[in-house]
């Protein structure tokens, strides 16, 4: 078992963005700035929204941030973002998911400014990533993707041994922020891609035949080897509690003697996630400012 370095991977990437952000400002007297939302105090979303804007600090995108009551109305997180959108100096707005109580978050991504959707969840930016015919469209193009399914491609296309073209790749998830568009971008790299889900039958077998697995389940240890041949690489999504410690959806255990490549949990997905939200803000402010010339 070979693992896939997602902390060095990121970090690497997060020098470059501090580089470029260097050079913008030294062309244009502007810097990227970030919103970020949180309603509540949820404590994992606290940690993560924490972590993104350490990040954002790291390579000198300035970081405004807007902590809700749990209660607010659909209503004012909507006119918060509205008056967000209006902020010339704010790039990106994203909004920490899920929202409180249950509440559907869709309306409110709908509100946000499909330029700073630094989340990729707005319909329009959804839209580009379909209507896309392949990778390089989606890079001169800047359009916003999700940023865990754009840290997953990024992770892999840096890979010198790994090769998307070609190959066989299983999504395991369907949603939103993951699997789909995970598929699409997977898809613009000419892999040949089934998205699998609750509903999936001879997932086994599936994912057995298949040169890449991404597990975006949320269960911890679902997938064992059983599951996996030899030679195969596996991108684990997953982010799972466990009275034992934070596990992804592979068994770890299980495949640890077999010829495969893997992204540890933490370490592997996770830090790629926060980089490429702040290579998004980078991409917001570029399009934002008609810049074409900064990569
Ligand atoms: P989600 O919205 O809950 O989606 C989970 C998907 O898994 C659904 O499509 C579901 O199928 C499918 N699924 C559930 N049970 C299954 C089964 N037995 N067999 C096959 N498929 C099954 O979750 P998400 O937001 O995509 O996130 C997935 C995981 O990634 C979570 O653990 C989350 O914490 C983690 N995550 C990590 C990062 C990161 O930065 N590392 C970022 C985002 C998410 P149905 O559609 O049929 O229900």
Redesign the pocket.
Known sequence: MKLIDGKKISNDKKIEIKNRIEKIKQQTNKIPGLATILVGNNPASQVYINSKIKACESVGIKSFHYNLSKDTSIGNIISLIKSLNNNQEIDGILLQLPLPNNQDAQECINAIDPLKDVDGLHPFNAGLLILAKNWNEILEKNILVSC?PLGIIYMLLHMSNINIEGKTAIV????N???KPLSMLLLANNATVTI?????NN?KNLCKNADIIIA????PK?LNKDFIRDKAVIID????KTPDGLCG?VDFDSVKDMDIEITPVPGG??PM?ITMLLENTLKAFKNRNSIKNYM
């Open positions: 865990t395991i998830g369907r949603s922020l993951v699997g699998a889900h609750s509903k999936t997932l975006a389940i949320g269960k679902f999504v997953g982010i799972n959806d997905v996770g996630t």
